[in-house]
């Protein structure tokens, strides 16, 4: 099997990173972010055959600030700087000089190609071109041995290089969809620089990542947690390919679910593939767990911990079980564990950040550093049915976290019926295909109203929708009014105790996807 290039983008702590891995393995070429902290060893050991450096938050000029090993611009391979990226190049070689922050530059400029160079090959120089630009601190005077080869009205070493060393640096992103030409620039640094080959694809992760479950798995077996979303599917459908019927999937009805959540992928994968499966009834425990807690982050936390340890009682009684497998995706690790601090906690996801410290179970997370779009062609890959590869992500938390306040028996089968509506009318148009996520939230008041000839004094449902690539940022969709209409209309006609529906408007961020 072909090992894939692999390009290490060190992460100084930018909002860009994830961006940058993803314009790059959308070429074809692997790539995978490591802290700046990294060692010199662990980054040699990695297989790079390119480094990025990326942009972060901080100043050069500060103390403290995070630094770069110089040996690694010693190391003979091609490397991008990019923003404090270029600013820790010019601070580290010999010659070059950054100065410190006067005016802080965000947003559109025009950059102006100054010298012909691999890296713009294929732009036009005889124009100037729009770049996204984010930072405050800019490079003076470029490091011995490099050139200046491109500038804007307000920095004039917007873009250095030394093609002898193979080092380019730019004080741009080329990441973002702003930037123009910035993916033609991504695309010759690791094609016409780095000479990379693009031979990463689903194929070739699917075969890699069961080859390596094999391998870390040996002869124990695995419980899987089986949630019915696609990341969990694929994780099952991979297990079992890996290592057959040692691996024992676990389905726990928590009480939180939305009507048939699941279900049907279970249905499906106990037809067609010949898995180890088993439902656990725990409504109860965690019903009464979450008995009077309305805090959004204690909801998440108990039941988080309450489903480990459902898991780890049903594996301690299968022999030889010492791994449990999950579902999780490259934003839940990001957003819960920043790689070095500079991008605080946004929420704990639940099969992350809700981990007891002591697990007695080892973790295995083959899709830890995909995508959700990638999972989906994973899914495709493994032919696995278009109602699991499109099913709309479902929080591990569920409903819990869509009912604002506290939970009863009464507020989730209200959610229960009004969500119920939300899918099947988006499913009755072709917008469950073209939204990221579409759902019902309860919120914790009550308005006033009128049915036939009496006042009403019921519950309010918000319907969120939204657009996304990655549930890293999103925006809520402008579904047609008609279909807006029609949900209201059937949810407060069919749901008993509801009497208004109200449409989220907001984007992330600065809001969240889901309300708590
Ligand atoms: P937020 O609310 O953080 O959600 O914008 C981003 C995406 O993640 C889903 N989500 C979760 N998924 N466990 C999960 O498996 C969780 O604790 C969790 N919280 C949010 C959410 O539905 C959205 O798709």
């Excluded at 160079?117 to 005077?141: A, C, E, N, Q, Y």
């Excluded at 106990?270 to 204690?298: I, Q, S, T």
């Excluded at 999103?474 to 209409?485: F, G, M, N, Q, Y």
């Amino acid at each position: 099997m072909i090992t894939p290039d692999k390009v290490i983008i060190l992460d100084f702590g930018s909002q860009y990173t994830q961006l940058i891995a993803r314009r790059i393995r959308e070429t074809g070429v692997y790539s995978e972010i490591l802290p700046c902290t990294a060692s010199l060893e662990e980054i040699k050991q990695s297989g790079a055959k390119a480094i990025i450096l990326s942009g972060g938050p901080s100043s050069v000029t500060e103390s403290g600030s995070p630094r770069l090993d110089p040996e690694l611009l010693e190391l003979g391979l091609p490397l991008l700087g990019i923003c404090y990226g270029m600013q820790l190049i010019a601070h580290n070689l010999s010659g070059g000089r950054v100065s410190a922050a006067r005016d802080r530059e965000y947003g559109r400029a025009e950059f102006e190609i100054l010298e012909k160079s691999l890296l713009f090959d294929g732009i036009d120089p005889s124009r100037t071109h729009t770049v996204w630009m984010s930072h405050g601190d800019k490079v003076m005077l470029p490091p011995e041995g490099f050139t200046v080869i491109g500038r804007t009205k307000n920095v004039d070493v917007a873009a250095i290089a030394d093609s002898s060393r193979n080092i380019y640096a730019l004080q741009f992103h080329p990441e973002v969809a702003h930037t123009e030409d910035g993916g033609v620039i991504l695309h010759n640094f690791l094609f016409k620089i780095a000479n990379l080959n693009a031979n990463w694809n689903m194929s070739s992760f699917v075969g890699s990542e069961i080859e390596a479950m094999k391998k870390k798995i040996g002869d124990s077996h695995v419980v899987c947690a089986l949630s019915g979303g696609v990341d969990s599917t694929v994780v099952a459908v991979m297990l079992h390919k890996a290592i057959g019927k040692r691996c024992h999937c676990i389905f726990v009805d928590n009480g939180l679910l939305r009507a048939n959540e699941g279900e049907e992928v279970v249905e499906y994968l106990r037809e067609h593939f010949d898995l180890n499966l088993r439902f656990v009834k725990a409504r109860d425990l965690f019903l009464g767990r979450l008995d009077g807690v309305e805090d959004p982050e204690e909801k998440r936390k108990i039941i988080g911990h309450t489903f480990i340890e459902v898991f780890e009682k049903e594996a301690s009684a299968i022999e030889g079980v010492d791994y449990l497998a999950q579902g999780t995706l490259y934003p839940d690790v990001i957003e819960s564990i920043s790689f070095r601090g500079p991008s605080a906690i946004i929420k704990s996801h639940h099969n992350v950040g809700g981990l007891p410290d002591v697990m007695k179970l080892q973790l295995v997370e083959p899709l830890r550093e995909l995508f959700k779009d990638e999972v989906r062609k994973v899914a495709l890959e493994l032919g696995l049915p278009d109602f699991v590869i499109w099913r709309h992500p479902f929080p591990g938390p569920g409903l819990a976290i869509r009912i604002i306040g506290e939970i009863t028996e009464e507020r989730l089968e209200i959610l229960r019926r009004a969500d119920k509506i939300v899918q099947s009318e988006l499913h009755a148009t072709d917008w469950y295909r073209k939204v990221w996520q579409g759902f019902a939230v309860l919120l914790p008041l009550k308005t006033v109203g009128v049915m036939g000839d009496d006042r009403t004094y019921e519950h309010v449902i918000a319907l969120r929708i939204v657009d996304s690539l990655d549930a890293m940022t999103a925006d809520w969709s402008r579904v047609p009014s008609e279909i807006l209409a029609n949900i209201s209309n059937r949810i407060i006609n069919e749901v008993k105790g509801v009497n208004r529906v109200v449409y989220d408007i907001s984007s992330k961020p600065p809001s969240t996807i889901e309300w708590e």
